[in-house]
């Protein structure tokens, strides 16, 4: 007769194995029968990979600044393979991806059970992201969202664990447990960096938030153990991030991490100061839900005036002018900076609605059009299905946005309860605690420049996380 164990475990995991499982049915499936597409930025990708699979991360530096390092270095590793077996490498950048997604679906699974959810929405959660049609177009083409899942999820459980020995009561247990935990996460917001370099952003406000938060606490050892884990997380984040700006610095004469910053952030600030009218502000409303309905719903002239390819125009027209005048490219940044600075001062309440209206695209992160990938027949026609696409887009993105005004109330009742000296954050409030940060910093710092959809994906793990935990407590609250 089996154990109490063995029969509990029968129990538990069957619904979320049998997720994965299917999931992975259905991938091996498209990926056999789909093709990647190279096209736009996925050019870019091709080209890094190869040049850092033939010459290496020297020549990387010299043809630099480039994109961040880690998924043209996952590109060159798939090539090197390709080569060493005669097939094309793209096929094995496939099962990388799909083997990253699958990543995902565990850790994402464990910081469900963090959160105390039951299996069978996990394993709705879980079969979701499988079966998401924006998340597994990003599995099987060529653009580096697909990396920043597994490690945005990663971020949270160390965030979580951290910011848990912050709060320990006994201090005693406390001190080494954080300098180690804030350089475990320190390390994961370099890999995040490395894949997103808007991280370098996020990072900085995180840990001002987690300091603020300790540092209205009545404990004093809590703030000396916040400020120590804060230490550690600079420590190990900036030691990398620094070293590699000042490889830059070194092959290309520009301490910067990426070479798309200061042209994007002045492109749109200045289509933001131009003049708003009521029109144009009702166009930028109906393009935050996506372009395709700008164009059903308004003028196609007047919905490109919030493409992306307007703010480029400014961004390089300006970055131009700057090189023509002589400066080089690091003094460059800094003129564009500046004058985008500038041009927020100047417009101050127009440009801050303006990146309000930006942020919703944030949430509308399901799929429109599933460009760079040829899919069977019929896995097409459902896709160009418009009540089934834009239905299914427009009902994930309530869901998101409901399910994290639903944390944001549980987290500030956690922060109260803390402030009150009740109760510390269990497990559950830590992870949340950690989402919540990281969703928030993550659309303000995005506000600031032009949002593709794509920019969106590393959230997802989060969201559908979110959607689950609240859909577990509404049916806790309705079994009661």
């Known amino acids: ?103 995902t679906q565990i850790l994402m699974a464990v910081v469900l059970k963090k959160l105390k959810v039951s299996d069978f929405f996990i394993a709705l959660a879980v079969l979701y992201l499988g079966f998401s049609p924006a998340i597994l177009n990003s599995a099987l083409r060529l653009y580096s969202e ?90 190990a984040f900036y030691g990398f991030i620094i070293l590699y700006k000042l490889a830059n610095k070194y092959y290309n004469g520009q301490f910067t991490l990426t070479n798309r910053g200061a042209y994007a952030f002045y492109g749109n600030t200045a289509r933001r100061a131009e003049k708003l009218t009521a029109r144009r502000l009702k166009t930028a409303l109906a393009y935050s839900s996506g372009h395709e309905v700008c164009n059903a719903l308004l003028d196609d002239e007047d919905c490109m005036f919030w493409h992306y390819s307007k703010s480029d125009h400014f961004g390089f027209s300006k970055m131009k002018e700057l090189r023509d005048s002589g400066l080089n490219p690091e003094e460059v940044n800094k003129q564009l900076l500046r004058l985008s600075v500038q041009g927020i001062m100047q417009h101050p309440f127009q440009v801050t609605l303006l990146m309000g209206v930006e942020s919703i695209k944030m949430f509308f992160w399901e799929f429109r059009s599933m460009a760079y ?78 949002v593709l959809p794509r920019y969106s994906f590393p959230l997802v793990p989060l969201y559908l996380s979110m959607i689950a935990f609240s859909l577990q407590q509404i049916f806790n609250r309705a079994k009661k």
């Open 146 to 235: 697909i990396v920043a899942y597994p490690i945005v999820l990663l971020i949270v459980l160390l965030g979580a664990r951290a910011w848990r020995c912050v709060l320990i009561k006994k201090e005693k247990k406390g001190g080494g447990q954080v300098v180690l935990s804030g350089l475990f996460l320190g390390l994961s917001f370099v890999a995040m960096t490395f894949v997103k370099g808007i991280f370098e952003l996020v990072v900085p406000l995180m840990l001002f938030s987690m300091w603020i938060c300790s540092f209205v606490q009545k404990d004093k050892g809590v703030w000396k153990r916040c400020s120590i884990l804060i230490l550690s997380v600079i420590v």
């Open 373 to 450: 990938v040829v899919y069977p027949d019929w896995v097409s026609n459902l896709y160009g299905c418009m009540p089934f696409n834009y239905g299914l887009s427009f009902l994930l993105a309530l869901l998101s946005f409901l399910a994290l005004l639903y944390v944001i109330k549980i987290v500030l009742a956690a922060c109260r309860n803390i402030s009150s000296e009740q109760e510390p954050f269990d497990e559950a409030s830590a992870v949340l605690f950690f989402i919540v940060l990281l969703v928030i910093f993550y659309i303000f710092c995005h506000s600031f420049f032009h």
């Open 1 to 103: 007769m089996d154990s109490p164990l063995i029969e509990k475990k029968r129990k538990i995991f069957p619904f979320v194995f049998r997720a994965m499982i299917i999931s992975v049915l259905y991938w091996i499936y498209i990926g056999f029968l789909s093709q990647i597409i190279i096209f736009h930025d996925s050019f870019g990708y091709e080209q890094l990979g190869r040049l850092l699979n033939h010459q290496g991360w020297g020549a990387y530096f010299m043809s630099g600044p480039n994109r961040e390092p880690i998924y043209p270095f996952l590109v060159s590793l798939a090539m090197r393979v390709g080569e060493n077996f005669s097939v094309s490498y793209l096929s094995i950048q496939k099962i990388f991806q799909l083997g990253i997604l699958f990543l």
